[in-house]
């Protein structure tokens, strides 16, 4: 069996960090599941790093399960949520629950991860009702980009994070098991940590929370039209592959590529009576 929401609670509860990061396809999830992480995010930010849209918006429920499937099918240890993308879950409760249902169903996820807080604390407990669990998300929320003037930094001033707070309380009160904390000065990243059960999972919220998500592209340095403040670069792959490619160019323009050991090769006996 997968890695369980009860597991993933038990964590905080041991002070065990979480670590998480998103994956969105067959090959890239097995290595992510095989370098060991406790949980992968096929997050809506695909939009951007897989699909070239400049937001989060665009992304469909058909993109999700599509990622999703190929996720579920290259892993099977690792806990899989799966994002619910933009106007699957706001414009009404049956909606959201039917299409949190399919994630599972459908694509194979063992959770669905959703934005908000207070106002979509219903929301939250008619999923988790269902028999679904559900990350929440607050702080700075891409999906809200349009509404927000841009992604930054939430809960600097003492009546915002007063808010976050509250978002905080209200999403664990309604069930979310646990809850991502984006774009949140540490301190009060800190304060939700120490005030919820739940375990918190920070990208661009400081150190203290229960655990850290990261995009996977941004990691691996493969996406460079944008670098968060907060990516660390484990790796350089968009200099790597560019140089890889160009290598390759090369040898096709050289003749060099491929050699006899990467060719096949007719018998002599053939060879003798196709050319006589
Ligand atoms: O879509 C995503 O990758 C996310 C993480 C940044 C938390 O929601
Ligand atoms: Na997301």
Redo the contacts with the bound molecule.
Sequence with gaps: MRTTIRDIGLMKRRAKPIAMITAYDYTSARIVENAGVDII?V???LGQVVLGYDS?VPVTMEDMLHHIKAVVRGTNKVHIVG?LPFMSYQANRSDAIRNAGRLLKEGGAQSV?L?GGRHVAKTVQRIVQAGIPVMA?IGLT??AVNQLGGYRIQGRTTKAAVELIEDAKAVEEAGAYSIVLEGVPSQLAQIVTERLSIPTIGIGAGVHCDGQVQVFHDMMGLYTDFTPKHARKYANLAADMSGAVADYIHDVRAQTFPSEDESFTLSAEVLAELTG
């Design positions: 995010l997050g809506d930010s989060t994002d991860k934005e998300h891409p999906q």
